[in-house]
């Protein structure tokens, strides 16, 4: 108040002698919780940066996070800051937790965790009984409940302060990985718990959970995969399905009206992604919206957004929480409290917050269902009418885009390959997906404002794969290293160990000019980044596996440690960029879309991040591949990073039009936070790069006015 007031004379005194006016103070405010609030809406109050002033934006401070591999560049950070009281919360490069001075940029703390292996961290969450403030920290298998002044663990907390999240998700035959990647959600005083597991038939339960904040008692589960007797339970077959299958996980992150009390969580695909012979119906709870009453885990209604998914098309980010205008059932316009899911494929499914009733109709469209032998897809899938979608739905020869390179053997690939509509099954034959594995909308979620427009970054490049026969084998079975590689890395890094083009699957051939034996033994335990870890294989087959990778394997097999029942593995996630590394389809490869969830009609659609070489050549903006969300502003600015270029930007919300960008110190795949400390706005982004063949990073960059 005092601030204030001093400000208003300041005013009053520069008013009358006609100076420039000062900016004025901004009230402080928190950025409480991951992507902002419980609604997930990316959107701030805050107003002091505007769309007039936003050119001035300045370096307020740089905090070097350490962990970075500058060498080989696989690290990364996917972590939404968190602000409370002035004290900013984060992770870093090396999947650290720390604390800062959130108007400095000073380290109050940081953890020195050993076992955290195989997590790119995307934040923690935030929790308080008013006396005691606990942050919650997802790293390698655990759930750690840190003293939020100190960092220090809770002692009274689960283990010694941590929970080993695999515990209660165990199934016969699954591995061991599993990790909280995504914070958490906060309901009184329960922790609401996903978790990410592997994505191979040999996957834990995706079972959803919540403990007690103060203890790590668990509270209630809701199973994803029903047991006998509960709802869901006749759509696996051959039954009882939790003992042979796994995911249907809650990865992706959840959002939350504690008024209503009702925890809106999206899940994942069944495990194997692309193969559910082994799991033939519907397969109810994978790749929902579901809709639970926080207190209990009671489910309230869901809607299944893909039937029996054999495309890896879960949804990729929370929902948000908006209010709507729609017409009632009396013709009428009413305000609707609804909830929005935005998926892969670039629809948006809008419900009825409270009901579950669907804002804009969704029809029940045939689909092919010619898949491989044992393969049974379902007949029909969900297809929204309405909103507009925010990516093209198809890939032909005609989307070559007109600068690629070796056009006409491009094309003929095309036209011999499995391309042109949704829900095509995978077969033998090349298979295209567009938008593509990854999306469409991705993990960086979309924003939403108090007038009901959703702004939602995307990507628009094909993605090519198909299924191969493997042989299967029961635990015990003798495998060489090359059976081994195949049956366990070939899925991500190729049956060629080439990787795929951008870089997301790193190349293994002469992986041995690049690590020793050694790190790739600790690798192979601990895993790194996005990579899980492969503890689960016994010490003969990592040797195995070392050896053939360093092409030492000799004739002798090895006993394999689990079974592999499934009879094909997909040839991988591969992005489709040209001889010249550019995407093959039509430009924009990357896009930021306004849509009004009032109508559902599109404000407008602009290129997200360019290529420089092509911009110097006269090519208009192409956008970009790209990872990361979006912040928007009362004051209408829309903040996002998230481009390959390594730019930050500010967008006009009425218009799509930059009005302010900036070089980072690494791209930033992440979203950004807004905060204001001392009457003054910040706005964040962490800047690990590591992704698409960008250098690696460890720098959280604040911006604020002079």
Not at 518 to 529: A, E, N, P, T, Y
Not at 633 to 648: G, K
């Amino acid at each position: 108040m005092q601030r204030l007031i001093l400000w208003l004379l300041i005013l009053a005194v520069m008013l009358s002698a006609g100076l420039q006016l000062p900016i004025p103070p901004a009230p402080d405010t928190d950025w409480f919780e991951y992507n902002g609030d419980g609604a997930r809406s990316h959107y701030s109050t805050l107003a002091q940066i505007t769309p007039d002033n936003v050119t001035q934006l300045r370096v307020a401070w740089t905090y070097a996070s350490g962990g970075a591999d500058t060498v080989q560049n696989r690290t990364q950070m996917q972590c939404n800051p968190i602000v409370v009281g002035g004290v900013l919360y984060g992770v870093s490069a090396g999947t650290q937790a720390f604390a800062l001075d959130a108007a400095t940029g000073r380290e109050l703390w940081k953890t020195a965790l050993s076992d955290n292996g195989g997590t790119t961290s995307r934040g923690v969450t935030y929790w308080t009984d008013g006396q005691n403030a606990r942050i919650f920290f997802g790293a390698g298998k655990w759930l750690y409940a840190l003293d939020a002044r100190t960092g220090e663990p809770i002692a009274g907390f689960g283990e010694q302060g941590r929970i080993n999240l695999r515990i209660g998700l165990e199934r016969p035959g699954a591995d061991e990985y599993v990790v909280s990647n995504t914070p958490n959600t906060i309901y009184k005083n329960l922790l609401i718990v996903g978790a990410r597991v592997a994505e191979s038939e040999t996957a834990l339960l995706g079972d959803i959970r919540a403990f007690d904040t103060r203890t790590g008692k668990l509270v209630w589960t809701f199973r994803t995969i029903p047991q006998p007797g509960e709802t869901g339970y006749d759509t696996w077959s051959p039954r009882p399905g939790r003992q042979y299958v796994g995911g249907a996980n809650a990865w992706a992150g959840m959002a939350i009206d504690r008024q209503r009390g009702i925890v809106y969580i999206p899940t994942g695909s069944a495990a194997y992604d692309f193969y559910g012979g082994n799991r033939r119906g519907t397969n109810l709870f994978a790749n929902c919206l579901l809709a639970l009453d926080a207190q209990t885990g009671k489910r309230l209604w869901h809607f299944q957004l893909v039937h029996h998914d054999i495309w890896d098309r879960d949804p990729p980010a929370p929902p948000n929480l908006l209010t709507v205008t729609h017409k009632g059932p009396d013709g009428r316009p009413r305000r609707v409290d609804a909830v929005a899911q935005i998926t892969k494929q670039g629809y948006v499914f809008v419900f009825d917050r409270v009901t579950g009733k669907p804002l804009f109709p969704i029809e029940e469209r045939s689909v092919p269902t010619d898949g491989v032998a044992g393969e049974q897809p379902n007949p029909t899938q969900p297809i929204p009418i309405g909103p507009d979608y925010f990516t093209r739905q198809s890939f032909t020869e005609k989307e070559l885009n007109s600068f690629v390179a070796n056009r006409d053997s491009l094309a003929d690939v095309i036209r011999q390959a499995r391309t042109g509509r949704a829900y095509l099954p995978i077969t033998q034959t090349l298979t295209l997906f567009y938008p593509g594995t990854d999306g469409g909308g991705q993990w960086g979620g979309a924003a939403v404002d108090p007038n009901g427009v959703l702004y939602v970054p995307a990507k628009e490049i094909p993605v090519y794969t198909s299924l191969v026969e493997r042989r299967t084998a029961s635990a015990g079975t003798a495998l060489t290293g090359t059976q081994l590689y195949n049956l366990r890395c070939a899925a991500c890094h190729g049956t060629d160990r080439r990787g795929n083009h951008d870089g997301s699957y790193p190349s293994l051939v002469a992986i041995d000019k690049r690590l020793s034996v050694d790190q790739v033994r600790q690798i192979l335990q601990k895993g790194r980044s996005m990579m899980p870890s492969f503890a689960h294989l016994s010490a003969a087959e990592h040797k195995a596996l070392i050896d053939f990778l360093f092409q030492n394997e000799s004739a002798q097999s090895v006993v394999s440690s689990q079974a592999t029942t499934v009879p094909y593995q997909h040839t991988g996630y591969n992005r489709w960029y040209d001889a010249n590394g550019y995407p093959v389809s039509t430009p924009p490869w990357g896009t930021l879309t306004a849509i009004d969830l009032n109508t559902g009609k599109r404000q407008w659609q602009v290129p997200l991040g360019h290529y420089p070489e092509l911009t110097a050549r006269g090519v208009p903006p192409t956008g970009t591949d790209n990872y990361g969300g979006p912040l928007v502003t009362a004051s209408r600015l829309l903040f996002i990073a998230a481009s390959r270029d390594e730019q930050f930007r500010a967008f006009d919300t009425q218009t799509g039009k930059v009005l302010w960008q900036t070089s980072l110190p690494a791209a930033g795949y992440a979203s950004p936070s807004t905060y204001a400390v001392g009457g003054k706005q910040y706005v964040v982004i962490a800047c690990g790069g590591g992704k698409l063949k960008t250098k690696s990073g460890d720098k959280y960059v604040a911006f604020a006015l002079p």
